[in-house]
């Protein structure tokens, strides 16, 4: 897959002083979804022949829509309720209409071609109540990365509307599943975080446990393709696939540091599975766990300090803390259950894990001491959880009772707002990529 070129240009905000208090405080637990209006964009001019161009003017408004109601925390109002029309987004809206049928906020756009072939994409965020502008900014792009355009737009609104940065502008990488249960064909696949532009990176071979680095231009993953199980890396730009390391065993597991300089991974050595570092510039490696126990699953916190992983060296499955040179190694996870598949959270606060318990499958999160731990969700098989890269949002995998297909389910880290996530057949192992730049 090439490297998405970005031909964007942020260029402004209009300079209307806001007073508004339109707000969503994302660390309720139990909020009602703000309403609001996003009236399809308007086009003074046709599109001309670019079908691209034309998809935007169509579809941008709908793809805003649809993230923020995604995210759970807006209500975006069916157009049908409008009594009002958008005509010229550089006068200011009659907010009476708007207030009649209860938005509270209001999202205005337009489109047009430039005599140079790019499309140029303005918009408006209003506080209804307030009468007020709270954002306008501008965009120039090709044509056909309208839709990252559109995921652009839901992010700036959502951080202005919340505080929080959004995350919809991400692609997610994931393992496509087909075929009978003995045959089952397992493909490297990535698509962006709302379900569209869904291809595979890899045919043919068993894939598993992929993950970004930190620009989202590499994916590490393991691999069947010599028979044995082995970690790659995936160059999205140049489309290149490389063995990491020559080793005799299993490698697996594979992780990034936040920098991108380090890859932790499980190495297998005579039955005993222990963590490494591997130096990407120098290709050399470290032994960070030194115990005769399955010791895998690496994840790092945010400031590259530290690496979570799963033991079983208390006797069950559980999930220890160690400092990034393997020194201090120490349990963080007790009570009843085990507990696996550690992620640290992008804000460092949380780590999310899977429990097994009670003949069930669980997604939680506890502090990085281990304490105040929370169940999100429940289900016959829920697994695997990865962070969006505001540390909001949690995907994993559901498998359903008998293991009747996998699928990809997103929930809130308050535990609201559980959804599944829109793929192309069965799906696992999805991984959330930072913030397209």
């Given at each position: 897959m090439k490297k998405l070129v970005l031909a964007v240009l942020a260029l402004f905000a209009i300079a209307i002083p806001s007073q508004a208090a339109l707000q969503v405080d994302v660390n309720q637990g139990n909020i009602q979804p703000l309403p609001i209006a996003i009236p399809d964009f308007v086009a003074p001019a046709p599109a001309g022949t670019d079908p691209a161009a034309a998809a935007a003017?169509?579809?941008?408004?709908?793809?805003?829509?649809?993230?923020?109601?995604?995210?759970?925390?807006?209500?975006?109002?069916?157009?049908?309720?409008?009594?009002?029309q958008i005509n010229n987004i550089n006068v200011a809206p009659n907010f009476q209409n708007w207030r009649v049928i209860t938005a509270q906020g209001l999202v205005t756009g337009q489109l047009s071609m430039q005599p140079d072939?790019?499309?140029?994409?303005?918009f408006r965020l209003w506080d209804v109540y307030g009468e007020s502008q709270m954002l306008g900014l501008q965009y120039f792009t090709q044509p056909t990365n309208w839709r990252r355009i559109a995921h652009m737009i839901s992010d700036a609104i959502y951080q202005r509307i919340t505080g929080e940065k959004g995350y919809f502008d991400t692609r997610i990488?994931?393992?496509?599943?087909?075929g009978p249960a003995l045959k089952r064909v397992k493909r490297l696949t990535i698509m962006d975080e709302d379900g569209a532009n869904a291809s595979y990176l890899t045919n043919g071979f068993l894939v598993l446990t992929p993950r970004f680095n930190p620009t989202a231009q590499m994916i590490a993953y393991m691999s069947y393709t010599t028979g044995k199980p082995r970690v790659y890396l995936f160059d999205l730009e140049t489309g290149r696939q490389e063995k990491l390391g020559d080793f005799p065993n299993m490698t697996f597991s594979p992780r990034f540091s936040p920098d991108g300089n380090l890859v932790a991974m499980t190495l297998e050595m005579g039955g005993n599975s222990d963590i490494y570092?591997?130096?990407?510039?120098t290709r050399q490696t470290k032994r960070l766990t030194f115990d005769p126990s399955i010791d895998t699953a690496p994840s790092f916190s945010p400031d590259g300090k530290q690496i979570v992983f799963e033991s079983d060296r208390g006797g069950s499955q559980q999930i220890y803390v160690m400092n990034i040179d393997g020194t201090n190694p120490h349990r963080i996870s007790f009570g009843e259950g085990r507990h696996g598949t550690p992620v640290w959270s992008p804000r460092g606060d949380l780590i999310a894990f899977t429990k097994q318990g009670g003949g069930q499958f669980s997604i939680g999160v506890m502090r990085p001491d281990g304490t105040g731990e929370r169940i999100l969700t429940n289900g016959w098989e829920d697994e695997g959880p990865t962070w969006a890269p505001n540390g909001r949002v949690l995907m994993f995998t559901r498998t359903l009772q008998g293991g009747r297909?996998?699928?990809?389910w997103s929930v809130d880290v308050t535990g609201r707002n559980l959804r599944r996530v829109a793929t192309p057949g069965d799906a696992s192992d999805p991984a959330w990529s930072p913030l397209i730049q």
């Open positions: 003017i169509q579809n941008m408004a709908k793809v805003v829509r649809a993230d923020l109601e995604r995210s759970g925390l807006f209500k975006p109002l069916d157009p049908k309720s409008y009594i009002d072939g790019r499309l140029r994409v303005d990488v994931f393992i496509s599943e087909s570092l591997m130096d990407l510039r297909g996998s699928q990809i």
